[in-house]
C-alpha cells in the first residue's frame, strides 16, 4: 500500500461544481501540504498544515480550502470549480524536520 | 517569497551524453535543498543537500550545493532513455512559518533521445 493515498486518481467535473480531493497518510508524519502542477510551472503550493489545528496558506490558496480531519487525514476542496483549476494535484507529507517530502500519486482534476 | 530558478527549462540530449542541471534561489535562511524526478506521476527522491561543497552521488547521477554562490547542479552522464523526466529543485524552509515548507522551481524537462 502506498504511504501517501490520493482519491480520486482522476476527476472530470464541471464549471460550478464543489469538489472534495482527499489525501491519507500511514507515515506518521504532523505535516502535509497540497500542491498543484501546471505545465512549465513546476510544482506550486496551495495550502499546508503543520499539525491537527494548523492551517496554511500557499502561494495560490485563493478558490481552494482545506480541511486536516486528523493527523493522517488532509482534503481539499474548490467550492466553485473553474476551468483553469485544471490541473494535477498532488499531497505530500514530512516529518517535523520537514527536510523531505514523500508524494501520493496524484490527482488529475478536469473542469469543463 | 522564497525563489527557486531552475534552467534550463527544458533540454533534449542522446543518449550518452552527460548533462548538467542548475538551480538557483534567493534564500537567504533554509534547511535543505532536495532534487526530485517526476517521469509519469508522482515526483520521486533523489538527494537532500543540507552542506556547501559536498558532493552527493548515487549511481550516474550527482549533485552539489554552492550555499556561497545560491545554487546548486545535478549531474547525469551517460544519459539514457529512462533518464527522460521533469527534474525538480526544491527549498526546505527553515524560519517561522516557512519552516520544513517546500518551495519549488518550475522544474528542467530532460528528453533523452535513442
Known amino acids: 500500500d502506498a504511504d501517501v493515498t490520493q482519491t480520486p486518481r482522476n476527476r472530470i467535473t464541471k464549471t460550478g461544481k464543489r469538489i472534495m480531493l482527499e489525501c491519507s497518510q500511514t507515515?506518521?508524519?504532523?505535516?502535509m501540504y497540497w500542491y498543484r502542477q501546471d505545465p512549465g510551472l513546476g510544482l506550486q503550493l496551495i495550502y499546508y498544515?503543520?499539525?491537527?489545528?494548523?492551517?496554511n496558506k500557499g502561494e495560490i490558496s485563493d478558490g481552494y480550502s482545506v480541511s486536516r480531519q486528523a493527523q493522517a487525514k488532509f482534503s481539499l476542496s474548490l467550492e466553485s470549480a473553474i476551468p483553469n483549476q485544471t490541473a494535477l494535484y498532488f499531497c505530500?507529507?514530512?516529518?517535523?524536520?520537514?527536510?523531505?517530502?514523500?508524494f501520493g500519486q496524484g490527482t488529475r482534476l478536469t473542469v469543463v | 517569497e522564497d525563489k527557486v530558478v531552475q534552467s534550463p527549462l527544458s533540454l533534449v540530449v542522446h543518449e550518452g551524453d552527460t548533462v548538467t542541471l542548475n538551480c538557483s534561489y534567493e534564500v537567504t535562511n533554509f534547511r535543505s535543498l532536495l532534487w526530485y524526478k517526476q517521469e509519469k506521476k508522482a515526483p520521486t527522491f533523489l538527494f537532500m543537500l543540507t552542506s556547501s561543497g559536498i558532493e552527493k552521488k548515487s549511481g550516474r547521477l550527482s549533485s552539489i550545493l554552492d550555499k556561497k554562490e545560491l545554487f546548486s547542479i545535478l549531474n547525469i552522464t551517460a544519459t539514457q532513455t529512462g533518464d527522460s523526466a521533469i527534474y525538480l529543485c526544491?527549498?526546505?524552509?527553515?524560519?517561522?512559518?516557512?519552516?520544513?515548507?517546500?518551495?519549488f522551481g518550475q522544474g528542467t524537462i530532460l528528453t533523452v533521445h535513442p
Open positions: 526544491a527549498l526546505s524552509g527553515a524560519g517561522g512559518t516557512s519552516y520544513g515548507k517546500l518551495t
Open positions: 505530500a507529507t514530512s516529518d517535523s524536520n520537514g527536510r523531505d517530502a514523500f
Open positions: 498544515s503543520f499539525d491537527v489545528k494548523d492551517i
Open positions: 507515515k506518521g508524519h504532523d505535516r
